[in-house]
Structures are given as C-alpha cells and as structure tokens.
C-alpha cells in the first residue's frame, strides 16, 4: 500500500515488479519508497492462506497495510484505494466499506501501483531470503518459495515447513511437517 505524491517526478525505470529482475526491483524500491508520500506492506501467513484462502488473505494483508498507514495518521477512509485486477478483494475484509476502485492492469498502467507491487516485492524476497537462513535446503534465496522443481525436490525430502501453504502443495506426503 503507498500513498502516492501527485507532485514528485515518477522514478525512472518504475514499473510493473513481474516486470523487472530482481536486481532492477532492488535498486527502483528505496526510489519508489522515497516517492511515495507513505507506504506500507500488509501480510498474511500461510497458515491463514490455508485456512481462509488466497483470496480473503489478499484482503486480510492490505487490510492490515490500512491499518498501518492509518495508525500513522494516513486518511483512509478519505482515499481512493485502487487495486489491481477486476475483483474487489479487498471489501469483504472491512468492516467500514471504503473507496475501491478497480482496475485491470493497474500494476503496469499507474505508477502509484507499480511502486506498491515493486515494494511489496521486494519486501517478500527478503523475507524469504531471511528465511533461507533457518532452512537452507528449501532454497529460499534463490526460488524465493517459488515451485522450482529444486524446492518441490527439497519439500518431498525435509517435508512442508511452517512458512509453507499445505493448501497449496499437490502431493499429500509434501504436507507433513519435518
């Protein structure tokens, strides 16, 4: 979630994150952080994906960045929220309902949107980096948690981790834990 300048220049190089490497997304973040007026980065874990779905945790986590930018004094309830994509995703986890938007391609057609997908990008590599130190043989540093046939080799050998959605992994015998 960002809270974008409607007066700073547009970083140079902001685009879509899927559409940058990740030595690209590494450099154009701290510029898009910078440009934003405010930004946060929602989560959710895996066992709640598992347990309520992709869908209602895409919701949960930017309900949770609202409340974080909200905490910092951000008018939420006075913004216009745009996601990316057809759906709302996001109303069914307010309480209060708010000013959402939709749009398809918002990540590559507005620059507020891609700053918050290159951030959150960003933001989630590291987090998966960081967790590539407790459990190296996933490999997290370079799959990222990204089905890679080394990962899924990895998960069938040490089984599901705690950082894993079981929801999301194909064979039963993947989803026990080591």
């Not at 450099?27 to 898009?32: E, F, Y």
């Not at 309520?52 to 409340?67: E, H, N, V, W, Y």
């Not at 918050?116 to 989630?124: E, P, T």
Request: hydrophobic share 45%; aromatic share 4%.
């Amino acid at each position: 979630m960002i809270r974008a300048s409607r007066r700073a220049p547009i970083p140079a190089g902001l685009r879509d994150s899927k559409m940058l490497s990740e030595v690209a997304r590494e450099r154009i973040a701290p510029l898009a952080a910078a440009w934003a007026l405010d930004s946060a980065v929602g989560l959710a874990s895996p066992q709640e994906v598992d347990e309520l779905g992709i869908i209602a945790c895409l919701g949960l986590a930017a309900k949770r960045g609202l409340g974080l930018l909200y905490g910092r004094g951000v008018d939420v309830a006075g913004s216009v929220i745009l996601l990316d994509g057809s759906h709302n995703w996001l109303a069914p986890a307010l309480s209060t309902p708010l000013n959402v938007v939709t749009r398809v391609k918002a990540d590559r057609d507005c620059a507020s949107v891609a700053a918050a997908s290159v951030m959150a990008k960003v933001h989630r590599d590291r987090l998966m980096i960081d967790r590539h130190a407790d459990t190296p043989h996933y490999g997290w540093d370079s799959n990222k948690g990204y089905g890679s046939t080394l990962h899924m080799e990895a998960i069938a050998s040490h089984g599901a981790s705690d950082f894993h959605r079981r929801s999301w992994l194909k064979e039963p015998a993947l989803v026990s834990t080591p």
